[in-house]
């Protein structure tokens, strides 16, 4: 593709790159193919290849309008455009810049401002969105039905290892998920310390910085890298394995910190280094495929009401960070079979906020989503992604867990 760059952006690194981006798309449109939004909508302008002609005439010169951040703002950059993309095409990184640039000359007002710059205030405080979740779950069952599917029922983290290990790696314990879904990181707790290896948490870490990077907050997301590569780089430099990363988008924002920090002469090579110990949980696990293959050897059969399950592989895990089939693997060695799921490569309507900022999408993908994933007529349903459990679970009349709290039952039992 051809581009005229104008000079606000064209000797930027922003500009640098997206010139590089837009000069990869050949125009082909295989996108539109696997775009959850062209599906429903049927509109160039709501597939990536339309908006990728919205951002290129931003970047050139042509004025935005409310209608021009629209379109942008229905996607939900789940990626599975640059699954699909014959080219390699950086689509992600070509919205997020684009998205900044429309939001600073089309700026936001009214009740849209105003529950963005809410999203941006409260979800990336893990203290202050505990003590809201604690109080809707406290009300929970007094709660308006649209409401209280949102709020799910307070839980704990079940019991924590009392052993020492020799080794350990660091988890992000997250903003939302502390409160939310406390027993993941617990399960993944007990699940490593039967393997060997022990989780710590690094005090001082928190938001990955994902909330704050999609509602266009580009600094503030690097100020979250920026606080987790410190209270993780101590840990890393007194032999910690790795940063093991229970939610996937949170996962697939940590890999991406390197390009986040590139100019950033402080932390530039330490993200460098931080990205190479990041691993998504299911990779860690299947790293240590033989011993729990031994652990679960020793587990009494699944019982057979318990055995089919229907996985949803979250945008993150599958698009983000292009692993598939090692949870599916895991939970079939776990005695687990599992139902086939139709458009499994499209995404559920979670996405960070958009369930909230765009949530007639949501709830039609939501639909969808969940027809595809019980009409095998699963006792359950796993994924591997907070957002999406959430959501999905809102909707669906069988239980939605994360996947390694289900290997953690079935070392237990």
Known sequence: METHLAAFIRDTTAGREADEILRRCVHCGFCTATCPTYQLFGDELDGPRGRIYLIKQVLEGAE??????????????????????????????????????????????GMDGVMRGALRSLLPRPVLFGTAMKLGQSVRLALPGALRAKLPPLTSAGPHPSRRHARQMIALAGCVQPSMFPNINGATRRVLDRLGIEMIEARGAGCCGAVRLHLNEHEGAREDARRN?????????????????????????????????????????????????????????????????????????????????????????????????????????????????????????????????????????????????????????ASANVGCIGHIGSGADVPVRHWIELIDARLSA
Do not use: M
């Open 64 to 109: 935005p309008t409310e209608k021009t951040r629209l379109h942008l703002d229905r996607c939900l950059t789940c990626r599975s455009c640059e699954s699909t993309c014959p080219s390699g095409v950086h689509y992600s990184r070509l919205l997020d810049i684009g998205r900044e640039v429309v939001e600073k000359k089309v700026p936001r007002s």
């Open 229 to 381: 590569i410190d209270a993780w780089w101590p840990l890393l430099e007194a032999g910690a394995e790795q940063v093991v990363i229970t939610a996937s988008g949170c996962g697939t924002q940590v890999v991406d910190y390197a390009h986040l920090l590139q100019d950033d002469p402080d932390y530039a090579t330490k993200s460098a280094r931080v990205v190479l110990a990041t691993r998504d949980v299911s990779e860690v696990i299947a790293a240590e495929a033989k011993a729990l293959q031994a652990l679960l050897a020793a587990c009494p059969p699944l019982p057979e009401s318990e055995r089919l399950l229907a996985f949803h592989s979250p945008c993150s895990l599958q698009h983000g960070l292009k692993i598939r089939g090692t949870v599916e693997s895991l939970l079939a060695a776990a005695g687990y079979v599992l139902t086939p799921v139709a458009d499994s490569h499209l995404c559920c309507g979670s996405a960070g906020t958009y369930s909230v900022l765009q949530p007639e999408i949501s709830q039609r993908l939501l639909a969808n989503k969940v027809h595809a994933l019980t009409a095998g007529r699963p006792a359950a349903i």
